[in-house]
């Protein structure tokens, strides 16, 4: 069990620009000093391998008036919830943590909210983070939104595929870029990938992890029923989705291994996405049957007759192996000066 923090280090903030604690339970902050003047200059706040409740989080954000960068990395349990209210906060970074729900619920400043490697605080199947959009009017980097663990809700809207509308209350157009990672042998996900993405109609650089392979894991496995199965026209019959017919300059598919869903998702990108300029496909497995197999499908995909592209110079469409991220990317993420982030964990340019 951790050993608490002395509530006494909270009070020697009045220089301090960047802080990091780690290993520790965060103080109780109820008896202590409170307002803008305890942190007045703290523009980095990061929480590791620790334990805090909702309410000291709360704590740090109001007395930090000028905080920008939020990192909790690998949380345990608490907060369980992260909800964001601030003035000047830029970017909020969850890393290999444990939370039931991230809010940027009023941050007019916030331009950068990625979610990676963290689950929910409970055992069981049908455990979810709910991920939730309020007044953000800057969020230009989101990721990875997960199909499976994740319930998107913008404003007040549950954002359900084949059920919920596109409309101004539904969507968020400041968002840029935009990672998202789907289990492509489950129909429903396959649908949700789909919904998310009429969410965001401006994305210009777009992420794609496919999850249908061992390392990663998931309490429910995504069992394929018959019935559950997509149709062999199901692409053809995909309705608009307005960023990748008018924005996506970019597409970028990490762990593709060939299944069939996933040549059909790439098929449907660049059968519509008209300013497309380059796809890069990175497969999941480095032997080289696997590749030999990933390259026979994607073959066909590079010739320029399957793109709808009006571009006409400098179309690029590329296949490599994927690079082990490494332990510190949490840094890149919050690196404001790195315009995406997963580009970079990708070592791609």
């Known amino acids: ?33 409170r307002g803008p003047g305890v942190f007045p200059h703290l523009q980095e706040l990061g929480i590791c391998h620790g334990i805090t409740q909702e309410r000291d989080l709360q704590y740090m954000l109001a007395c930090s008036p000028k905080l920008e960068i939020l990192a909790l990395i690998g949380t345990f349990c608490l907060p369980d919830r992260v909800r ?24 007019p400043q916030l331009q950068r909210l990625i979610i990676y490697c963290t689950n929910s605080t409970g055992p069981g199947i049908g455990r979810t983070i709910k991920v939730k959009i309020g007044r953000a009017p800057q969020l230009a980097v989101l990721g990875y939104l997960d199909t499976a663990k994740h ?4 404003g007040n809207t549950i954002i359900k595929a084949g059920v919920t509308k596109v409309c101004p209350s539904t969507v968020v157009p400041s968002v840029k870029v935009l990672t998202l990672k789907v289990r492509f042998r ?12 009429r969410c965001f109609p ?45 924005r996506v300059k970019r597409v970028v598919f990490d762990q593709f291994t060939g299944w069939t869903n996933e040549v ?33 499908k994607l073959q066909p995909l590079a010739s320029k007759r399957m793109w709808a592209t009006k571009v006409v110079d400098n179309l690029s469409f590329e296949v490599c192996g994927r690079v082990a991220g490494h332990l510190c990317w949490y840094k890149e993420a919050s690196d404001l000066s790195i315009s995406d982030p997963f580009i970079s964990m990708l070592g791609l340019h």
Not at 279 to 286: D, E, F, I, Q
């Open 1 to 33: 069990m951790p050993v608490q923090l002395p509530p006494s280090l909270l009070s020697c903030g009045a220089s301090l620009r960047r802080l990091y604690l780690g290993v520790w339970l965060f103080p109780f902050t109820i008896d202590l000093r």
């Open 84 to 107: 964001v209210r601030h003035q000047s906060l830029r970017c909020v970074v969850l890393w290999h943590s444990l939370v039931d729900e991230v809010g940027a619920m009023a941050a």
């Open 151 to 154: 319930v998107l809700e913008i």
């Open 186 to 197: 489950v129909a429903a996900e396959v649908k949700t990938l789909l919904g998310f993405l």
């Open 202 to 246: 401006e994305v210009e650089t777009l992420h794609i992890m496919a999850s249908d392979n061992d390392t990663d894991y998931y309490e429910d496995h995504g069992q394929v029923k018959v019935r559950d199965r997509l149709s062999s026209t199901f692409w053809q019959r995909v309705g608009p989705i307005g960023c990748m017919e008018s």
């Open 264 to 296: 059909g998702f790439l098929k449907l990108v660049l059968g519509r996405a008209v300013l497309l300029q380059k796809v890069t496909v990175v497969l999941a497995r480095p032997d080289s049957a696997a590749m030999s197999e990933a390259m026979r």
